[in-house]
């Protein structure tokens, strides 16, 4: 409202322009990019070469439907909760494949582990335990395989060197002669992912 416009008169201009003024509403809120982004139609997990559909459905009791057969996720929830519920099923999903990922690394390495999990960590790829214990970070499932490759090499490797020293690049390069390539590819990576995956 302008300076020194009376209330009744700025009243009367919305009455007038009401037509005006929803139309434009909901055409904004229609061109919106954040809404669409954060409603994705697909979901690439490039680290096991699958392309999940998202589609959005009206009126259901479950929020999120998973049909592993045709790899389709159906979601009925408004736009706000969509990321979070989404973040749930990557969890649930990166936990099915993960641990044998990190299984066959550390067969490859001929190294052993005590334990494994799964979390969605805000910053961290992964970490590993003095006692043993790796957690591996669920957003992985959206790298490609030789970048989370790295990963899980650099992880086990901890359980023979508990730093960055030289001794433990070293030991991550014998696995992984690449290993400086694939480290900037995951930082550039991890700059581009969807915005859903934020929490
Ligand atoms: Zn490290």
Request: aromatic residues 8%; positive net charge; proline residues 5%.
């Amino acid at each position: 409202m302008p300076l020194g416009m009376a209330k009744s008169e700025a009243d009367k201009l919305v009455l007038q322009q009401q037509q005006w003024i929803s139309r434009t509403l909901m055409r904004m809120q229609q061109q919106a990019p954040v809404v669409e982004e954060a409603l994705p139609a697909n979901i690439e997990l490039l680290a096991i070469g699958e392309k999940i559909q998202v589609v959005y459905v009206e009126n259901r009791k479950e929020a999120l439907i998973w049909k592993q057969e045709v790899l389709q996720l159906s979601i009925c929830s408004d736009e706000v909760a969509v990321p979070e519920l989404l973040r749930y099923w990557l969890k649930i999903y990166a936990k099915e494949y993960l641990p044998d990922l990190l299984k066959k690394t550390a067969a490859d390495m001929r190294i052993d582990y005590r334990a494994v999990s799964v979390r969605l960590q805000k910053s961290r790829w992964g970490s590993c335990s003095m006692r043993g214990n790796i957690s591996l970070n669920a957003k992985l499932l959206l790298l490609p395989p030789e970048v989370v490759r790295y990963v899980l090499v650099h992880e086990l490797a901890h359980l023979k060197h508990m730093n960055h020293s030289a001794a433990f690049w070293h030991y991550v390069e014998k696995f992984e002669p690449d290993y400086r390539e694939k480290r900037s590819e995951l930082r550039r990576l991890s700059m581009g992912l969807p915005v859903w995956v934020h929490g």
